[in-house]
């Protein structure tokens, strides 16, 4: 398995061209529970305690980050802020095993900001392939619980949440003193979204850099929109979780805020519990009960949003 989730991590990064790749292994036979990956992406990075009650990484990993030390991981002599975490197995036994990652398997992109050198001296980075490993596969009935599978980053998922987020690594405040702004300003300075942006601004700068796959927000906005054009077309309808499709950053200003959507829940499908999101699974045969009066509403009902939007 280590073998092959290593062998994963290179197939997909391909130099930067990223693959979407997913790598299925044993699925659940009866009581049978094979081996899977406990980690929620095979790249993290560890969260270490610092001097003063501080936190230095990603705040996110801090029970992973212990667990990974209390089963014999040690950190660098000089711990950092993005030290990437062995990835966390379960055994056939249901007993935790770690796996380091070889080296060379890990692509990582450091940010740079085209404009402002101050950003780029702040030693951000963030790995390029996001490879989700702990949801389970199933497929006609048949459960994998280790199913890793990646696509490629949108810069909002690095910059606006990653890089951000209060309980990752809350670094809004550190890019807006770059910028020479200040974050303690109470009232209308609105530094928080100049820093997102020019945060963005950096990834995506950074990414092209490195010739490294990645979509900013308003493209995968623009692409979704023209995916459900084509499939409503087709006479069929498209399920999807607003909270997922809509981007932190702009929402309002991409098409897809716009839109309400809906999730058919349908299989195959990923999950993570079927006490919570598997609960709802099920085959969706809405598109074969549509008649062609209804396709043919739904047709005006969409091209009259569209305009009124667009004024």
């Known amino acids: 398995m280590a073998d092959r989730l290593a062998g994963h991590l290179v197939h997909a990064a391909n130099g930067g061209r990223i693959r979407?790749?997913?790598?299925?292994?044993?699925?659940?036979?009866?009581?049978?529970?094979?081996?899977?990956?406990?980690?929620?992406?095979?790249?993290?990075?560890?969260?270490?305690?610092?001097?003063e009650g501080r936190q230095l990484g990603d705040r996110r990993n801090a029970d992973v980050t212990r667990i990974a030390r209390s089963l014999g991981w040690t950190a660098p002599e000089r711990p950092g802020a993005f030290d990437i975490l062995p990835v966390l197995l379960r055994d056939a036994s249901d007993r935790r095993?770690?796996?380091?990652?070889?080296?060379?398997?890990?692509?990582?992109?450091?940010?740079?900001?085209?404009?402002?050198?101050?950003?780029?001296?702040?030693?951000?980075?963030?790995?390029?392939?996001?490879?989700?490993?702990?949801?389970?596969?199933t497929i006609g009935g048949v459960d994998y619980p280790c199913a890793p599978f990646n696509g490629f980053y949108m810069s909002t998922e690095i910059a606006s949440r990653n890089l951000a987020d209060r309980d990752r690594y809350d670094k809004l405040p550190d890019v807006a003193r770059a910028l020479g702004m200040q974050p303690e300003a109470r009232g209308t300075s609105f530094w928080q979204d100049t820093a997102l942006t020019e945060l963005n601004r950096a990834v995506v700068h950074s990414f092209k850099k490195a010739g490294v796959a990645l979509v900013d927000h308003h493209t995968a906005s623009d692409q979704f929109m023209e995916f459900v054009s084509r499939e409503n077309i087709a006479g069929r309808r498209v399920a999807a979780n607003w909270s997922w499709i809509v981007p932190p950053q702009a929402s309002a200003a991409c098409d897809v805020f716009h839109m309400p959507m809906k999730d058919h829940s349908a299989v195959p499908n990923y999950y993570r519990s079927r006490g919570e999101d598997?609960?709802?699974?099920?085959?969706?045969?809405?598109?074969?009960?549509?008649?062609?009066?209804?396709?043919?509403?739904d047709d005006l009902r969409r091209t009259w949003r569209r305009w009124y939007q667009r004024g």
């Open 20 to 51: 979407s790749t997913i790598t299925i292994f044993a699925p659940v036979r009866g009581v049978y529970l094979p081996a899977y990956v406990e980690s929620a992406q095979l790249v993290q990075y560890a969260c270490h305690s610092a001097p």
């Open 97 to 137: 095993v770690l796996m380091d990652l070889p080296e060379g398997s890990v692509m990582e992109v450091p940010i740079s900001h085209p404009d402002c050198d101050a950003i780029s001296r702040l030693g951000l980075r963030w790995h390029a392939v996001p490879v989700v490993s702990n949801m389970i596969l």
């Open 278 to 297: 598997g609960r709802t699974l099920m085959p969706f045969y809405g598109d074969y009960h549509r008649s062609r009066l209804v396709q043919r509403t």
